[in-house]
Each structure stands twice: as C-alpha cells, then as structure tokens.
C-alpha cells in the first residue's frame, strides 16, 4: 500500500509541474516556462519533413522554453495522456497539431518530445477536441 501512496504522490508532482508547464506556455509566459525546466533539460521534436520543427535536440531551459512559447502561441492546450503519463497537445482551430511528452524529473521538466509530424498526429486527428 505504501508504494500505491508513493506512486499517487509522484504522479500528482507530474500533473501538478505538467499544468504549470501548459499555463505558462497558455500566457507565453517564457520566464514562467522557465522555471519549470530543467537548466540542462531536451526538447526533441518530430516534423517528419513536413512540419517546419528543429532537426537536432535543443538543449537548456532559455532556448526550449523560447521555441515552446513560440509552438505553442495561440493554441488552444489541454493536458491529456500521452505514453501513459501527462503531456500537452495542442490544437488550432480544433485540430490537432502537435503532441507534447514530458519527462519529469523531482519538480523540473528534464526532456520535451514534440510530435508535429501530421503522419503521427493521426489517432489524435480524430479524438474528440472537448477532452481534457
């Protein structure tokens, strides 16, 4: 029972570091977006050659926390399950166009990986909009 309690604890840290991430990035908030990150922390991104996204890992806490509020700008952002933790998809217009996985770490968000790559997108292309 103890673990069941530890394991509640730490996704309750994710969720709560997770809707800290998405209000930040809501308001365009970098310096708020910032200090959820890690210093050293990795953003990954995916646009298969069809989104304009970054072709290597971006790494520290002022670049990535610059290119997700510029992503994620004007988007609408709900906090939804992504490979089975909390992550952040982004829809415009009612339309799926990017999925966001978050690993954290303690309270810090340590790697970003980003799926813009339409290909990718779409189970989420068909999910119902009103979630989360």
Same mark, same amino acid.
């Given at each position: 029972?103890? /673990? ?35 210093? /050293?922390?990795?953003?990954?991104? /995916? ?80 999910? /119902?909009?009103?979630?989360?």
């Amino acid at each position: 029972m103890g /673990d069941e309690s530890g394991q509640a604890r730490t996704r309750g840290v994710m969720e709560s570091v997770v809707r800290r991430f998405a209000a930040a990035c809501a308001a365009e908030d970098q310096e708020a977006v910032r200090e959820v990150l890690a210093a /050293d922390v990795v953003l990954v991104s /995916d646009g298969g050659g069809r989104v304009l996204a970054p072709l290597r890992p971006i790494r520290g806490a002022v670049e990535t926390a610059r290119i997700v509020v510029t992503l994620m700008s004007a988007a609408v952002l709900s906090i939804e399950e992504i490979n089975g933790r909390p992550g952040v998809v982004l829809r415009r217009g009612g339309r799926v166009e990017a999925v966001a996985s978050l690993e954290v770490t303690g309270s810090v968000i340590t790697r970003i990986w980003v799926v813009l790559n339409p290909d990718k997108l779409a189970h989420w292309l068909v999910s /119902d909009p009103s979630r989360g």
